[in-house]
């Protein structure tokens, strides 16, 4: 019902950046928030960034500084620009989001296929 297209990831050296877009469309009603999750080899799913319905964000502690999440309402798209980039940040990052299709539904929760981020030199 909900599909989320990522783009954005490639190959960069450490201190570049990288701008991730995550668009959500199909049956919304409204966004009750949309983040960024990533996972690296051998290590668990993480929360990236999250920005809730009114604006709020939140990061993990490794990317604050560095990374900024945005979220464009009209288009139900985020963004997740990415600074200041290490080796460690090299991970598999997937958009996610909660949505209500309909104003009687409660919010359902859906992810991205995810988008490979690598940071070497």
């Known amino acids: 019902q909900v599909q989320l297209v990522e783009s954005g990831g490639g190959l960069v050296q450490p201190g570049g950046s990288l701008r991730l877009s995550c668009a959500a469309s199909g049956s919304i009603f409204s966004i009750n928030a949309m983040g960024w999750y990533r996972q690296a080899p051998g290590k668990e799913r993480e929360l990236v960034a999250i920005?809730?319905?009114?604006?709020?964000?939140n990061y993990a502690d490794s990317v604050k500084g560095r990374f900024t999440i945005s979220r464009n309402n009209a288009k139900d798209t985020v963004y997740l620009q990415m600074n200041s980039l290490k080796p460690e940040d090299t991970a598999v990052y997937y958009c996610t989001t909660q949505v209500r299709s309909t104003p009687s539904d409660y919010t359902r929760h859906y992810w991205g296929q995810g988008t490979q981020v690598t940071v070497s030199s």
């Open positions: 920005i809730t319905n009114d604006i709020t964000t």
